[in-house]
């Protein structure tokens, strides 16, 4: 059987960001490390005020946020084959920033870690009861500290 993982990083901001550009070793890595096969999907990169119109109008939070995932699987209507359309992870690029300046980190480690959350959305994982917070998270940090991006 032919394994397959087709992702494409949409860059919707005018500018080159070497950080996004750098996120095909993780995601390779994570994939690989999450043991997928045959998944597509897409990462956005777009700026606050797309991010914030997306928030708005899909989750009724006006506000902008800082990665938002689309999982097709969550639709029940959706028909399952053996490739598995997992859907879209738009992030915000200036988010990404505030956030980095504000933990004290890298851009590269904010753009890595907002990636892999939202990849981890995708399939499923959320975070809204404790338990399933510290499964999530713990998760994320494997991934990310496997790889070399350290806080």
């Known amino acids: 059987m032919n394994v397959l993982n087709y992702y494409e990083i949409i860059n919707k901001v005018d500018e080159n960001i070497d950080e996004v550009n750098e996120l095909n ?20 990169i777009v700026d606050n005020e797309t991010i914030h119109s997306i928030n708005k109008e899909y989750r009724g939070v006006d506000c902008p946020t800082d990665v938002i995932s689309f999982a097709l699987e969550d639709d029940k209507s959706f028909v399952q084959t053996e490739l598995r359309i997992l859907g ?21 480690r904010e753009i890595s870690f907002l990636t892999i959350h939202g990849l981890l959305h995708l399939l499923g994982y959320d975070h809204m009861e404790e338990k399933d917070e510290k499964e999530m998270f713990e998760l994320q940090e494997l991934i990310l500290d496997g790889y070399g991006i350290k806080r």
């Not at 070793?25 to 956005?44: H, P, Q, S």
């Not at 879209?88 to 590269?108: F, P, T, V, W």
């Open 25 to 44: 070793g993780l995601l390779n890595y994570g994939l690989k490390y999450l043991k997928l096969n045959n998944v597509v999907f897409n990462i956005i």
């Open 88 to 108: 879209d992870i738009y992030i915000s690029i200036d988010k990404a920033r505030e956030q980095a300046k504000n933990y004290g980190h890298s851009l590269k």
